[in-house]
T-cell receptor
Framework: DTEVTQTPKHLVMGMTNKKSLKCEQHMGHRAMYWYKQKAKKPPELMFVYSYEKLSINESVPSRFSPECPNSSLLNLHLHALQPEDSALYLC??????????????FGEGSRLTVL | AQTVTQSQPEMSVQEAETVTLSCTYDTSENNYYLFWYKQPPSRQMILVIRQEAYKQQNATENRFSVNFQKAAKSFSLKISDSQLGDTAMYFCAFMKPPVNSKLTFGKGITLSVRP
């Protein structure tokens, strides 16, 4: 299994809603990432988890709250978002070992629209 | 801080022809990884090819090869025998050790393969 699965694929929410994005991988990877991508732009790193611990937070606003319940799952909790937060949210995973090649495996993304 | 520059926003190539995508980067590091990622219109980003800076030999993966010039900080991607399925956005990316650190992307280039 070489997939990173993200749900939902599409999400529309109001600025007062609370929702969550979910990501799952079964490749035994111990590092997981959230990226935000606007149309025709490169992905922007938001968070990195290594061995279920948050290792990088790229100064993301607190209305985005990541959670890593176990080594296979990564969530992104959303609350009080703004219309400018509308984007494609990509999850990725990678090995975390001496054999790490640097390659990230990406999911297809969750397309978020904030009204 | 590292920067990755892709100065060509768009390119077009005839099917079966060869095309080269340019990338330059800036870093003071001596050991690092370079990548080309492909993101087709279906959105999922996949790794095309990777290069470790300490390796002088240029990486090759089937129809894809790189021209890595470390002194010039240049990392171009050559696609031979272009296929319609190569139509995608291509991102050049940089990562410095330790593993699971930030992947710095260039702005990307949209490649269209014409039938």
């Amino acid at each position: 299994d070489t997939e990173v699965t993200q749900t939902p694929k599409h999400l529309v929410m109001g600025m007062t809603n609370k929702k969550s994005l979910k990501c799952e991988q079964h490749m035994g990877h111990r590092a997981m990432y959230w990226y935000k991508q606007k149309a025709k732009k490169p992905p922007e790193l938001m968070f990195v988890y290594s061995y279920e611990k948050l290792s990088i937070n790229e100064s993301v606003p607190s209305r985005f709250s990541p959670e890593c319940p176990n080594s296979s799952l990564l969530n992104l909790h959303l609350h009080a978002l703004q219309p400018e937060d509308s984007a494609l949210y990509l999850c990725a995973s990678s090995q975390d070992s001496r054999q790490h090649t640097g390659e990230l495996f990406f999911g297809e993304g969750s397309r978020l629209t904030v009204l | 801080a590292q920067t990755v520059t892709q100065s060509q926003p768009e390119m077009s190539v005839q099917e079966a022809e060869t095309v080269t995508l340019s990338c330059t980067y800036d870093t003071s590091e001596n050991n690092y990884y370079l990548f080309w990622y492909k993101q087709p219109p279906s959105r999922q980003m996949i790794l095309v090819i990777r290069q470790e800076a300490y390796k002088q030999q240029n990486a090759t993966e089937n129809r894809f090869s790189v021209n890595f010039q470390k002194a010039a900080k240049s990392f171009s991607l050559k696609i031979s025998d272009s296929q319609l399925g190569d139509t995608a956005m291509y991102f050049c990316a940089f990562m410095k050790p330790p593993v699971n650190s930030k992947l710095t992307f260039g702005k990307g280039i949209t490649l269209s393969v014409r039938p």
